[in-house]
């Protein structure tokens, strides 16, 4: 039987671990628009930038790391600087047994708690899985951009996703103090 779902910050000894399942998805699959593998060197700077509200976390099961995720800024200019940007990902062979959920829910906790108010997943547009998990967490599609990246001799789209954090408001529709979709504001 296996033991349960295990969440931790990342370390750096975690880097190698963390390189391989990103790897794989660099190479085999459009869940990243990345085109060039990852060295040990700039994994192990990736995990050393990300502390604090900008966190790491990796998940273990049954004694073996089987995914991670973190939060990024979501854009460089000041006003944007209460919305972040979600990563998650799980190894192939541990995808479907709730790891995801579990790693973005603790994601999505680590937000909230650092006085984030937005949280933005860029998803390709084909990834039923990955949109399907960040509807379970609450994330609805605010927008596509359509051929935006290209891999594998194909074009892609994002899908971007949303989550709101510390708010009672509807998901779905704008607050009663926003102006309706095609409204003028401010």
């Known amino acids: 039987m296996s033991s349960p779902v295990r969440v931790r910050p990342a370390t750096l000894a975690d880097a190698v671990v963390i390189r391989e399942i990103y790897n794989y998805e660099v190479l085999r699959t459009t869940a990243t628009f990345d085109l060039v593998p990852r060295s040990l060197a700039d994994q192990q700077r990736w995990i050393a930038a990300r502390s604090g509200a900008f966190s790491a976390v990796v ?14 800024p979501y854009k460089d200019r000041a006003a944007y600087s209460t919305t972040v940007e979600d990563s998650v990902y799980v190894r192939q062979d541990r995808q479907g ?13 680590t937000a909230e708690a650092s006085g984030f108010h937005s949280v933005v997943a860029r998803i390709e547009g084909a990834s039923a899985a990955s949109q399907a998990l960040h509807a379970s967490c609450g994330f609805t599609v605010v927008g596509r951009e359509r051929e935006v990246g290209r891999k594998f001799n194909r074009w892609l789209d994002i899908v971007i996703m949303q989550r709101l954090l510390g708010s009672p408001r509807s998901r779905t529709g704008p607050a009663p103090d926003e102006p309706a979709p095609g409204g003028v504001s401010g």
């Open 59 to 72: 998940a273990e099961l049954d004694g073996e790391i089987v995914g991670y995720a973190s939060l990024s």
């Open 97 to 109: 047994r709730g790891v995801g959920t579990i790693l973005l829910r603790t994601i999505l906790d």
